[in-house]
């Protein structure tokens, strides 16, 4: 079993940043991929980006390409979500999973977390 906490959600303007926190605990964290997902109310949950366990690749949906980052701290047990250049279109519940692979699929993901709200304000 695998348990996941998100963190760092909150109200931003337009062009601020926010860095989200996901804390892994249960199973060895290097057995899966890790990925955030959002959800916008109204609208399906969709990937937004994921890393492997070694750090080694990274995906990203194309609106966040150049203003998201993914990493991870295997030490802290930790993945991150580094959102820069903040927009009212990133307004959604942001979520952490885990997945034996790089998947963009939620189908995919194994374990989910509950979710923290980023809300951008323009």
């Known amino acids: 079993q695998v348990q996941l906490v998100e963190s760092g959600g909150g109200l931003v303007q337009a062009g601020d940043s926010l860095r989200l926190s996901c804390a892994v605990s249960?199973?060895?964290?290097?057995?899966?991929?890790m990925g955030w997902f959002r959800q916008a109310p109204g609208k399906e949950r969709e990937f937004v980006a994921g890393i492997n366990w070694s750090g080694s690749s990274t995906r990203y949906t194309d609106p966040v390409k150049g203003r998201f980052t993914i990493s991870s701290d295997n030490a802290k047990n930790t993945v991150y979500l580094q959102m820069n250049g903040l927009k009212s279109e990133d307004t959604a519940v942001y979520y952490c999973?885990?997945?034996?692979?790089?998947?963009?699929?939620?189908?995919?993901?194994?374990?989910w977390g509950r979710g923290t709200q980023v809300t951008v304000s323009s």
């Open positions: 999973a885990a997945s034996r692979n790089l998947a963009v699929s939620t189908a995919r993901y194994d374990y």
């Open positions: 249960g199973r060895a964290f290097s057995m899966y991929t």
